[in-house]
Each structure stands twice: as structure tokens, then as C-alpha cells.
């Protein structure tokens, strides 16, 4: 496959059903890590799991932190956050996702969108939210 490749703008393939999380720039561990943005490449179902821990130590060697399991079901347009697995001290209780659905002009490029087609505020517990 060939495509173009100026020397500003590198080609990059997402394979169809990726989940992509993106958050704001951060330069302490202590700063908000909210909105995160999950970007959402239509065409097939797709799986993710986002890790999280305190940032600053290696706590996360002796089992602090957590794991948010994430599906999108690509027929249903159905993105479930299952249950958040683990904890670590400072851990945020709820997290707000900015759901996006890549397509053309919609969701491109390495920084988050601000056009979110959906958010979500997690609370940890198990949640859906299905797109149009």
C-alpha cells in the first residue's frame, strides 16, 4: 500500500474496532487527567483496557492501581465500561469520557476534539452508552 507521506504529515493506520484514549497534557501526577477522550475507529467490535495508578512511586509493583475494562460492540454501537477493577490511594472516583466516532474530519490528529458525539461520566460501576 502506498500513501502520501509530505515530511509535516506522517500517515498512520488505526485498525478498524481500536480504542484510543487521549487526555489532557499533563505534567504532575497529582493534575486532573479529565476529560479523557475515547476515540472510537468504527468497522469492527473492539476491546480496551485503561490503566491507571498514583503516578509517582512504584506502588503499582505491589498491586496499587486500577484497570477500567472497555468494549465497543461495532453492530450495536454500544461502548460498555465494565466495572473498574483495583484501586490505588489519590484514585479518582469518577472520570469523564468524551466519546468520539472517527470518521472523515471527525476525531483526526493527535490532540482531543472537544466535539465529543457522546460523554459519559463513569463512576466506576458498570455503564453503556450507545451512539447513533
Known sequence: ????????????????GSILPLGPEIE?????????ELRIYLGADGN????EDEGD???Y????HGMIPIYWDDRERTLTLKAREGSF???PPKHTFQIVLVRTSHGMG???TGKPD???????SEQHQTLP
Open 28 to 36: 504532575y501526577a497529582d493534575e486532573n487527567s479529565d476529560p479523557i
Open 61 to 64: 509493583e505491589k498491586g496499587a
Open 1 to 16: 500500500m502506498e500513501a502520501e507521506a509530505p515530511l509535516d504529515r506522517i500517515p498512520l493506520y488505526v485498525r478498524a
Open 89 to 91: 490511594s489519590g484514585m
Open 110 to 112: 493527535g490532540t482531543p
Open 118 to 124: 457522546a460523554v459519559l461520566v463513569y463512576d466506576g
Open 48 to 51: 480496551f483496557d485503561l490503566y
Open 57 to 59: 512511586n512504584y506502588n
